[in-house]
């Protein structure tokens, strides 16, 4: 019998002393991370921690000021157009296309991302159905709620089925019912091998899907570390150390 | 086909679709025919009603310049008002959305984002222009005209929208709100056709001053007189115009 041989899954993404400036402070500072295909991250931190900032930054909407980012072994910055094929992106607040319905929003992001024909078709078909998109199909995405608005950017990101999911504060404006959809899809992915970064607010969402947390603070990485579904109390801890005394060590906050 | 090729055309797919499914694109296209269309009217009542007193003078002006180039240099005036009003959302409306960052996070170039956005811009303006030239071109069987004048004219009329389309795009892609890429893209487009006109009242009519007007190079080819000269000042213009927003784009990634 051949001896089973432990094969660690591939870095799909890996941050290198990533800075940015924004509005003239530091929004990121020197944050370096790695990211192993099916495993999904958490970021979590208060407002102005730098987590919209780091999450453009990797989905490729941001230029960083310094650092690197390296994509599926390859240098992203050199290379932006590995984003078409390798990150889906929901930003907060899901920007749309007021005029176009759902399905030509489906079908303009499949393009940009290189599906066209029968592929987008199915492509588009397969998360309607998914996302349960259908009674809103031909609904134009001005007249979409918040919470319709957020399941249609969500679709967009996952129509072509990306290496890596970049989801920033996505459960925002679900209902319960949603949201625990939402948990469900973000499994579904991770369990195909797709790397997922949550961005979020409920320390709640993270310890339910997660199996990694990181803390960003005043644009620093202040924890890094594996987390379980039963550390919510320690999570809760960590957190709220980080966000009033800048560190989760007691020591140190001292 | 070159991922360029895929980018651009994306790209201009989109810019079309959002341009035919609101309904400025279609009040401007419904409003500025109906106008050339009773213009039209009128111009060919006036060639009929001089029609004998043309007939005593051989070789004298027919229905290409009494009626088709007029009615051209009218559709000119209005792409003065229709072009800027349809720029004005291609980079700003998206800038204010915040559905830029989405192109950028596709993976698509900033000069793939502009060319798509100007082309679909350019293809309704061509529809726009081809609407109004089949005014006197449903009369080519019952008049003379001289196509060789009306094709100079054509092609001149489809290199000055190219022109401020290009401007137009360049102008949304600067600024912040789409109400100022417009007033920003008719300033543009007014200086850069009455640049001379100072010149010209003071009786000059060659100089650099005035080979920077674009009615210089726009009146010649209406006339049907094709020179290399305005064909290259147009291209020109377009080709400044866009990398100039692509520039201004580019940076957008860089800037906060």
Known sequence: MTPSIPVSPATILRLDQLSRRRAGRPAVRNLSLAL????????????????????????????????????????????????????????????????????????????????????????????????????????????????????????????HRPALLVLDEPANALDPVQAAALRTLIREQSATGTAVILSTHLLTEVTAVCDRVAILHEGTLRHDGPIHSDDHAALERTFFEIAMHGTSDPARAA | MSDAFINTLAVARLEWRRLVVRPLAWVLAALTLAWLAWNFTLLLGGFLAGQIQRAALPGGPGFTDLVAVPLLGQLAQLAFLVVPLLTMSAIAGDRRNGTLPLLFAAGVPASHIVLGRYLAVLAWLLLWLVLTLAMPLALAHATSLDWGKLAAAALGLTLMLAALAAVGVASSTFASHPAIAAAAALIIALALWGVNLGAQMAGINGGAINWLAMSTHLQPLLRGLVSTTDLLWFVLLVALALALATHRLGSDRERD
């Open chain 1, 36 to 159: 192993q295909s099916g495993q999904v991250l958490g970021l979590l931190g208060v407002n102005g921690a730098g987590k919209s900032t780091t999450l453009s930054m990797i989905a490729g909407a941001l230029r960083p000021d310094s650092g690197s980012i390296q994509l599926n072994g390859e240098d992203f910055l050199e290379r932006p157009e590995l984003a078409r094929r390798l990150i889906g992106w929901l930003p907060e607040r899901a920007p749309l296309w007021g005029e176009l319905t759902v399905n030509e929003h489906l079908d303009a992001h499949g393009r940009l991302r290189g599906l066209n024909g029968a592929a987008l078709r199915l492509a588009r078909c397969a998360i309607v159905e998914r996302l349960e998109l259908q009674p809103l199909a031909r609904r134009l995405a001005g007249v979409l709620s918040q919470g319709q608005r957020q399941r249609l950017g969500l679709a967009c990101a996952l129509l």
